[in-house]
């Protein structure tokens, strides 16, 4: 059988990370937009065989199980021990990997929603919370499986595993979405260095404002404030950021954690950011919708991919 | 301004209440299913006038305030207090009232979540409590809104409102659902009656099994355990149940609480099942898909509806 899951890119505005001995119990609070490119992951399992196998390949390479890790390991927690046979899992991405879109927590929350569909052994909410187990442990994300499950401009207002953080929705209207992909950036060595203590301040300050005034227009002002403020968004990413914002009603800002910068776009300002995108010589953006749901989980026809 | 918001019925499978002064701490576990017929809400905000009026019917009939008092209370919290002018909210059924279909918080929340989307001063799930908030108080329901803010087949692992309560969800494949409405039942008269003791006790072992084996074969078998051991299905109900048992390969249930039966129906069971109840005289039935989303709130274009 062969099973589809779409989860959407998740782009963090702010955040305040939330560590903890418990994985579950680990997690972040802030705000983001889930968007309607991502990752597709397609599962293939076959029970012939005498072993049992589990191959993963990201955007048609196979890899090896260090470069998978966090997929490995949900795919070995979701499959029943006495399964006998081949699990293929196929990851494609519609953004670059280590760019700050979520891919990681994609892949592993795609991985594990195929497998939950395929066994019928474990709930949605078991299954989404192995994908954010995995992405804890080795340092994925903190907040990008949780988020993906809600869909939408979230906030998420309690951290910690599905089911047990809490998110939130602004509720919003007319916008897509422009995302720049500048360069990567490491999640790791940013959380392991001194900017977390003000990460963390300045996550607070711009949280309670977008709690009183749950709307897109006070996410971004906050956010774009959050990246200033704690020194990430500087430099070239700043320049570009303020050319783009000639074109803006709402200020862009920096996706957290990547060197990509991103915005709300209305309607009639599209035209004119591809100009300045391209005065610019950014070739490599995308314009996405906000994606509203939550991940999409289907049984994909052989034959029709 | 017009805004349509579409809420799926909900059908009970089982339930545990749990009472609490709190009504954010009020609330039921247990399990069900979100359709794709329900609640359509639409809401006509007229900015014009000298005073604040607000207006609610019921499938095109005006309802009095004490007719619609849950809504009504939703509407005046949702309504920031300085609006002046004119709200109209239009509420249309799919399922008629009073028999199990989650109507009343559908209206109640589809009113939530359209006021919220128009004063743009509240988020997803703070609109949803209010919904919740007055379906305890008001005693419309104890699980509903909170069990239609996620979609699909769903388990209520944790009581409470939205955002306090934790709703998971089975992922399955290839049914739809039969509902057959058959009367009104008070689930006021439930809840203050003896059987409540008997509906704990069971709806915990049904709970257990389900969590066990999170399968909506698994989830049928325990409701219809849950329905006959509670004494609420039984007579003429349970003999339709019955009858409708040997069309299908998972047995029918109650719909907690309404005399209501439903059923999971596979593709090729629906001929013969449409069969069976022209056999039994019911012509009042319904067949449809799961719905496995947030509701859905747009902005409705006058001259669309």
Redesign the interface.
């Known amino acids: 059988m062969l099973i589809k899951v779409f989860v959407p890119a998740h782009i963090t505005a702010f955040f305040i990370p939330k560590f903890h001995e418990d994985p579950l119990l680990a997690g972040s609070l802030g705000a983001g937009i889930n968007l309607n490119k991502g990752t597709n992951v397609f599962v293939n399992i076959d029970e012939k065989g005498l072993e049992r196998r589990v191959q993963i390949a990201f955007d048609g390479e196979p890899v090896k199980k260090d470069d998978a890790i966090i997929s490995y390991s949900v795919a070995n927690e979701m499959i029943p021990s006495e399964f006998v046979g081949e699990v293929e899992i196929w990851q494609y991405f519609d953004f670059p990997n280590g760019h700050g879109f979520g891919n990681s927590a994609g892949g592993a929350l795609g991985t594990a ?1 195929s497998l ?2 395929a066994f ?7 299954a989404a919370q192995i994908a954010h187990k995995y992405e804890v442990q080795y340092k994925g994300g903190l907040g990008d499986v949780i988020a993906q499950i809600h ?2 401009v979230e ?1 998420r ?1 309690k951290a910690g595993a599905p ?1 047990i953080g ?1 998110v ?4 919003f ?1 007319g916008y897509k979405v422009l995302a720049v992909p500048l360069g990567k950036l490491s999640t790791r060595e940013i959380l392991d260095s001194e900017v977390v203590e003000l990460i963390k301040k300045e996550g607070a300050v711009a949280l309670e404002e977008v ?1 009183k ?3 897109v227009e006070i996410l971004m002002n906050v956010a774009r404030r959050f990246a200033e403020r704690t020194g990430l968004l500087t430099g070239d990413m700043l320049d570009i950021a303020k050319e783009l914002d000639k074109c803006l009603t709402l200020p862009s800002s920096m996706v957290m954690l990547g060197k990509s910068l991103f915005a709300f776009l209305k309607e009639n300002e599209i035209e004119k950011t591809k100009t300045m995108l391209e005065e610019l010589s950014i070739e490599n953006y995308y314009i996405s919708d906000i994606y ?3 991940p999409k ?1 289907e ?1 994909w026809m052989e034959g029709s991919l």
């Open positions: 929603l939950a569909y019928k052994e474990k709930t949605f909410l078991q869909g939408g906030i207002v089911g809490v939130d929705n602004i509720l209207e709690l005034q749950p709307r509203n749901q939550k989980v049984r």
